[in-house]
């Protein structure tokens, strides 16, 4: 089982910062892949970005050049620094735990951050 909780959202006027943190109850380094995900009102929840146990990350298009995934192991945090932020950010943000054992996939979510982006 592991627990994820996210922290880190609020308002910000667009062209700023923030920085979403999700600690987990179990050492990270053991999880195939850390990631977080986001809704936005009247839409599906996105990818936004993922870390790949490994060292390995990938990003959605919209924010390529703007988010960086991170992770703390010693913390067992990962973060997602928004940089350049848009209108089009705000959104509810989710943290993501994929646990992979033997052949069974485990998925864990938080409930979530809301950030709010002005124009």
């Known amino acids: 089982q592991v627990q994820l909780v996210e922290s880190g959202g609020g308002l910000v006027q667009a062209g700023g910062s923030l920085r979403l943190s999700c600690a987990a109850s179990r050492s990270i380094s053991r999880i195939n892949v850390m990631g977080w995900y986001r809704q936005a009102p009247g839409k599906q929840r996105e990818l936004v970005a993922v870390?790949?146990?490994?060292?390995?990350?990938n990003y959605a298009d919209s924010v390529k050049g703007r988010f960086t995934i991170s992770r703390d192991n010693a913390e067992n945090t990962v973060y997602l620094q928004m940089n350049s932020l848009k209108p089009e950010d705000t959104a509810v943000y989710y943290c993501?735990?994929?646990?992979?054992?033997?052949?069974?996939?485990?998925?864990?979510w938080g409930q979530g951050t809301q950030v709010t982006v002005s124009s």
């Open positions: 993501n735990a994929q646990l992979v054992l033997i052949a069974t996939k485990y998925d864990y």
């Open positions: 870390s790949i146990k490994g060292g390995s990350t």
